[in-house]
């Protein structure tokens, strides 16, 4: 069986997979993760926004989700308080949301802890007058590491078993009846070489590319991708700052978050409807005003260029019926995920979902590829090789090397590692160059540890990033 695309659907997918013992290959066309997983908020949450849209259903499975997670994963989640800060003025009424947290506290059968009110806080400090209206603390989880490495975690256990990953290799190919049988060429992005591979099913989780690739394969389905693009300012983080603060926008429904995340904090997402998928995954100078606005209506600090260490910006892919005319908030539209599998094909495709619902994704999904497929042998899972820590320069963490990530983790150029592999990019200013680029010869070094060796390829390669970081702050900063 061959999963396309190796974001947390497609990992988590790939995982319950192989441990069911199916022979299972995961072909991702850049590096795992590199899609909308790299770009959440990393909460693993069971969706309080949503109950706006009457969905309770969908909240409930959240919920459960979110909360089998914490009592099954506790090095990867952990259970968090988040404060929820109502409007002084404007946005939803104070009474109304201490009453929807706790019906979001029954619906999740009382299993967090109770909503509760608390005047005094240490983040008030940070906030302008008379702009919240108390705060309410409720709890819900959090990923411990980052979104990229969540990812990686369901694809490392198989390393060394007759199941396949491949980052960087990408799928053609037709579907042969007489065989009944996929005839897949897998290419290689790095050597440009072709490879050859028949398959009796393939599960389609390419996120946001899923229509493309559903149409690139002859595919039809009644599901389809509404598109809503969410960006967030990466900002140092005041000592003050410890609980995660949830903002009342005042516009929509909706909420914005400052999320704490090591040495930084994350300020966003927005929400906005997009046409196209090359419209969502760069910051726009549209995107920071909007951020920058809501910020300092809120906080007494103005933001400067320097205090913006980086960017995080992703689409988030909603399934709607394949008539579904964009034009409602994409917080109007469920988060719900839908498991579609072809009537004619072996083929499956994936629809929607959060971080949060990865496993039952995954449940749904060997439910019904085991209909199609012969029963699994059970396969034996090899002890993984001991992390190999490294010290990044600035950094306080300990973080995995890079020869390790070279070998044991799929890493294969210098973004792999400083954005998806360690948290690098995210956390040292101007996306680990540092401020005035000092960080420069490290960079060269780790780009040469990853590739082999070859000094002259790695200063090319930190000279690309380097120009491709400036172009980025360049256009997303230009109006401060
Ligand atoms: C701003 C924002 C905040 C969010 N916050 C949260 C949150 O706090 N909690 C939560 O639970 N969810 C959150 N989400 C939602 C969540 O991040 C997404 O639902 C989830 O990451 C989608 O994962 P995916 O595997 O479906 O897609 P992706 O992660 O996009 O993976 C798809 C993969 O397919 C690959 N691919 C594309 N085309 C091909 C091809 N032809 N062949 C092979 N591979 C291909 C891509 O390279 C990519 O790696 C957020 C989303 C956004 C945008």
């Not at 850049?30 to 997983?37: E, H, L, P, R």
């Not at 400067?304 to 539209?333: H, Q, T, W």
């Not at 680990?432 to 390829?457: C, D, M």
């Amino acid at each position: 069986m061959a999963i396309f695309g190796g974001g947390i659907n497609g990992a988590c997918v790939y995982h319950q997979l192989c441990r069911q013992g199916h022979r299972v290959l995961l072909l991702d066309r850049g590096d795992f993760a590199c899609g909308t997983s790299q770009t959440s908020a990393m909460m693993i949450w069971g969706g309080l926004l949503y109950l706006r849209n009457m969905d309770f259903l969908t909240v409930h499975h959240l919920c459960r989700d979110r909360d089998r997670m914490i009592e099954e994963m506790p090095d990867w989640v952990v259970a968090r308080a988040l404060r929820y800060l109502p409007l002084h003025n404007g946005g939803r009424n104070r009474f109304v949301t201490y009453g929807a947290l706790w019906f979001y506290w029954l619906i999740s059968l009382l299993r967090r802890e109770r909503p509760r009110h608390e005047a005094l806080f240490p983040e008030r400090a940070l906030l302008k007058d008379n702009v919240v209206d108390g705060s309410f603390t409720f709890e819900e989880a959090v990923l411990v590491d980052s979104d990229a490495r969540f990812v990686l975690k369901w694809i490392t256990p198989f390393l060394k078993t007759d199941c396949i990953a491949l980052n960087y290799c990408e799928p053609h190919g037709e579907y042969h009846p007489r065989d009944r049988c996929w005839h897949l060429d897998i290419e290689d992005k790095f050597s440009g070489k072709t490879y050859p591979v028949q398959t009796r099913m393939i599960v389609n989780c390419t996120g946001v590319w899923t229509d493309e690739v559903n149409h690139r394969f002859g595919i039809q389905s009644p599901v389809r991708h509404a598109l809503s693009k969410g960006a967030f300012l990466i900002i140092n983080r005041s000592p003050l700052h410890e609980t995660l603060l949830v903002f009342d926008l005042g516009e929509h429904g909706d909420v914005i978050n400052l999320i704490p995340w090591g040495p930084v904090a994350l300020w966003g997402p927005t929400e906005t409807a997009v046409d196209s998928i090359e419209e969502g995954f760069d910051v726009t100078a549209a995107d920071v005003n909007f951020l920058l606005e809501h910020y300092h209506k809120r906080f007494s600090h103005t933001l400067k260029k320097e205090d913006v260490v980086s960017f995080r910006c992703g689409i988030r892919p909603l399934a709607v019926p394949r008539g579904y005319r964009n034009d409602r908030y994409p917080l109007d539209l469920s988060r719900k995920q839908q498991v579609v599998p072809d009537a004619v094909r072996p083929w499956i495709s994936c629809y929607g979902g959060k971080i949060t619902g990865c496993l039952t994704m995954a449940q749904k999904v060997a439910n019904a590829a085991s209909r199609r497929l012969p029963a699994p042998e059970r396969i034996r899972i090899a002890q993984q090789t001991e992390l190999e820590w490294f010290q990044f320069e600035g950094m306080e963490e300990w973080i995995p090397s890079p020869a390790y990530c070279r070998d044991y983790e799929f890493c294969c150029t210098l973004d792999d590692y400083l954005r998806r592999r360690t948290n690098i990019s995210q956390w040292i200013p101007q996306d680990g160059l540092g401020l005035h680029q000092e960080n420069r010869p490290l960079l060269e070094r780790i780009a040469a540890e990853i590739n082999g060796g070859n000094l002259s390829a790695a200063e090319e390669e930190v000279a690309r990033y380097a120009a491709n970081v400036g172009r980025r702050r360049e256009r997303a900063l230009s109006t401060i």
